[in-house]
């Protein structure tokens, strides 16, 4: 039974006068349990404890720390039964949708258990000395990296599971020895909390420092102030909105010591079709196109929200492909009524800006988000750059140029994108080559022929960008490499044998693929 406490690692938070309550967005219903916000000294308390557990799980071997995540793997399985059907009511997401993001969960954790386990992330690095160099002896040079100490990690409100308390972040820090204050989102607090009552019963049964795993609850702003400029806290992840990641950032910017804030603040995704793909198969693409869109009504960092093309032969065909996909979608419940309202807001900001809607968007709930189509020129486009923004819902904005110059000009005005994909046919290779570097310039990832929802958990993907698309475009937020944010690189000099962490001693006792004087291998 859910009780609407904060966890401090084992110890229940306290009853306050700042409560809040999750709402179905599908009916609007209140949901029970009441839940109460973290005071300020639950959030001290919260960080004490990891600080306190920071030493001791920082230094334990990766083993013991992929068995922590297996066993929460293996825990959110088994809670299965109630767990979906809690996500399913926060969220208004469908049932097969929560648990394809379980199993993503699962195999998350279960991914950087591998990782964690094998141990090559440390990425140690071994320089012999030379006391005989001259005119200077050279010093026995080891270096690698070692977990940061206590995080906060903030969940996000459209994957309840996937990024959410118990999400990818949470995942590679836990897997890089850091422990976590995690800070629920208040859309899916329920879901928050049995995950973490998950966790908690995997920390305790393998004799692990409580303070290893906390959750804070809080429906306004004023703990995730706390927590970032506590000085405990080493770095931050966060997914969600650019408000709400540039409010981290300023407040870890404020401490007298700054600290890292790795947030993924999504984009607008461009897509742009060249002409032998426009013309040849026009649209079905702008049939893929749309069908991704109106995925999860639209509320993905990924969600394809600005297609660029020429006109030419296929234009119509694709616009009129668009147009039809998207009509044809039904409106469904967004998270909360407060980001239906945002994109309702963001569709007629665009509207009032110049762009054209294709069809009259069907009258829907407050909480609806109704599929939206908006066309507009190049040029106006170019002078208006806030149509670049992402809205996050089920619409998308065409740009239509009038020749490959505006093309151009219009990919080379946006600013950072999580992705950036090149529909390409025959004939388009030497147009798609000069386009790459500018595309590649500008996202984390370059897409050819496909869409971008669908992020895979793999250990080559990168999912980030340049700024506004996230706050460090040179690491990722899922993938494998999300690991080495939690870490930071120590170089030990002629230190005795004895004395070095297990990665840099000489005989290699993890058997760990190293940098050894140049060279890689498992020495």
Not at 150 to 160: D, I, Q, T
């Amino acid at each position: 039974m859910l009780q609407g406490l904060s966890l401090l690692g084992s110890e229940p938070g306290q009853r306050g006068s700042a409560t809040f309550q999750a709402v179905n967005p599908a009916t609007g219903e209140a949901l029970e349990p009441l839940f109460h916000s973290a005071t300020e000294a639950e959030v001290d308390r919260a960080v004490a404890l990891a600080q306190a557990a920071a030493p001791t799980f920082g230094a334990l071997p990766g083993s013991k720390r992929a068995a922590l995540l297996r066993a929460i793997a293996e825990g959110l399985e088994a809670a299965a039964p109630d767990l979906v059907p809690l996500a399913m009511t926060e969220s208004g997401l469908p049932e097969a949708r929560v648990r394809g993001e379980l199993g993503r969960t699962c195999f998350q954790l279960r991914l950087f258990a591998d990782v964690a386990e094998e141990g090559s992330w440390v990425e140690a690095r071994l320089d012999k000395g030379d006391p005989a160099r001259a005119p200077l002896p050279k010093p026995d040079l080891r270096s690698a990296l070692q977990p940061l100490g206590p995080v906060a990690v903030f969940g996000a409100s459209n994957f309840p599971l996937a990024f959410g308390a118990l999400g990818g972040d949470t995942a590679s820090a836990l897997a890089a020895g850091c422990p976590v204050v995690a800070k629920a989102h208040p859309l899916n607090p329920g879901t928050s909390e049995l995950v973490a009552r998950v966790t908690l019963r995997a920390i305790a049964a393998l004799g692990l420092p409580s303070g290893t795993f906390s959750l804070l609850f809080d429906g306004g702003h004023a703990v995730a102030a706390r927590l970032v400029r506590h000085p405990a806290i080493r770095a931050v992840g966060f997914t969600g909105s650019y408000r709400g990641g540039k409010a981290l950032l300023d407040h870890a910017a404020s401490r007298p010591e700054p600290i890292p804030v790795y947030a993924e603040m999504g984009s607008a995704n461009p897509l742009t079709v060249l002409p032998a793909a426009l013309s040849g198969r026009g649209e079905a693409i702008a049939k893929a196109i749309g069908a991704s869109v109106l995925n999860g009504v639209g509320q993905f960092c990924t969600c394809p929200g600005l297609v660029v093309a020429v006109k030419g032969p296929g234009f119509d065909a694709f616009r009129n492909g668009l147009a039809e996909t998207l009509s044809g979608g039904t409106s469904g419940p967004m998270l909360g009524e407060g980001i239906a309202r945002a994109y309702r807001e963001g569709r007629a900001e665009r509207e009032a800006a110049g762009a054209t809607l294709a069809f009259a968007p069907q009258g829907t709930s407050s909480r609806f988000g109704a599929p939206a189509l908006l066309e507009t020129s190049a040029r106006t486009f170019l002078a208006t750059p806030s149509m670049a923004e992402e809205v996050f819902g089920p619409l998308t904005l065409l740009v239509a140029c009038e020749d490959e110059e505006e093309r151009r000009a219009v990919l080379a005005s946006l600013s950072g994108q999580l992705t950036a994909t090149l529909w390409t046919g025959d004939g388009d290779e030497a147009l798609a080559a000069d386009l790459l570097p500018l595309l590649s310039a500008k996202a984390g990832r370059v897409l050819f022929n496909g869409v971008p929802t669908g992020v895979e958990v793999g250990h080559a993907m990168v999912h980030g960008g340049p700024w506004p698309a996230t706050s460090a475009p040179q690491t990722t937020s899922v993938g494998t490499r999300a690991i080495s944010r939690w870490a930071r690189p120590v170089c030990y000099q002629d230190t005795p044998e004895g004395l070095l962490p297990p990665p840099l001693r000489q005989d290699n006792p993890l058997g760990l693929w190293r940098l050894r004087d140049g060279v890689m291998g498992k020495h």
